[in-house]
Nanobody
Framework: QVQLVESEGGLVQAGGSLRLSCAAS????????VGWFRQAPGKEREFVSA????????LYADSVKGRFTISKDNAKNTVNLQMNSLKPEDTAVYYC???????????????WGQGTPVTVSS
């Protein structure tokens, strides 16, 4: 089993920045990809970004390219999501997920965190 714990989200004004962290523990050797998804009220969960532990390959949704940056700290088993130039449409609950394939679909990820809310005010 792998446990994922997201850092606290928060409220930020449009144009501002926020950094989320995902701390992984447990049998982390069984996963090779960590991703971020988000789900806004009344909408389906959507892919945001993902990164591989070993090769540092990354993937971004078009809606966040150039604004969000994903990074990892292997020593701390942590994946960070730096979110800049935030927009009201970025408001959602953000989830950290872990799996073995660099994919954009939720079904490709086996382990999930509890989620953390991010609200961007206009």
């Amino acid at each position: 089993q792998v446990q994922l714990v997201e850092s606290e989200g928060g409220l930020v004004q449009a144009g501002g920045s926020l950094r989320l962290s995902c701390a992984a523990s447990g049998r982390t050797v069984s996963v090779s990809v960590v991703g971020w998804f988000r789900q806004a009220p009344g909408k389906e969960r959507e892919f945001v970004s993902a990164i591989t532990w070993g090769g540092s390959n990354t993937l971004y949704a078009d809606s966040v390219k150039g604004r969000f940056t994903i990074s990892k700290d292997n020593a701390k088993n942590t994946v960070n999501l730096q979110m800049n130039s935030l927009k009201p449409e970025d408001t959602a609950v953000y989830y950290c997920a872990a799996g073995t394939r660099l994919r954009t679909i939720p079904a490709a990820y086996t382990y999930w965190g509890q989620g953390t809310p991010v609200t961007v005010s206009s």
